[in-house]
């Protein structure tokens, strides 16, 4: 009982931290692919299929337009897509089945192609890993 009360603490002190630092501290951007590529070419893509990537390898965004609507945590910094961030957040509560997101990998990093707001929701509810088609990049 004593483990479980203790528990219950560490996860409160964990989520309570979190806001707390994202109110403190200034919204770093989100990284993206264009960033990580520069001065460099794609000398191959290979597609990998579906596969189970640790969200804490997802570092940015394959698009720059993106890289506004997210800081480098996956939070949302606009009110602009609040709705849908929100709808996932639903359909992820609801235990719906959300389709697999797609990322582009660099090394063992990962740059989100579609699905920024299902990577937010799903670090919020601490996920461990994601499902998403992966793209490698080799680069030149």
Request: hydrophobic residues 35%; proline residues 3%; glycine residues 4%.
């Amino acid at each position: 009982m004593f483990s479980a009360i203790t528990n219950n603490t560490q996860k409160s002190t964990s989520w309570v931290s979190k806001v707390v630092s994202r109110f403190a501290q200034k919204a770093t951007a989100l990284p993206t692919l264009s960033q990580a590529m520069a001065g460099r070419s794609i000398a191959e893509s290979n597609y990998q299929g579906i596969r189970q990537v640790p969200l804490s390898q997802i570092v940015g965004t394959a698009s720059d337009g993106r890289s506004h609507d997210f800081d480098a945590n996956f939070h949302m910094t606009n009110k602009h897509n609040r709705s849908r961030l929100d709808g996932v957040r639903r359909a992820r509560q609801q235990l719906a089945s959300l389709p697999p997101i797609s990322l582009v990998a660099v090394g063992n990093k990962y740059y989100v192609q579609d699905g920024h707001h299902r990577v937010s929701v799903f670090n919020e509810c601490e996920q461990d890993s994601i499902a998403a088609h992966v793209t490698i990049l080799v680069l030149q």
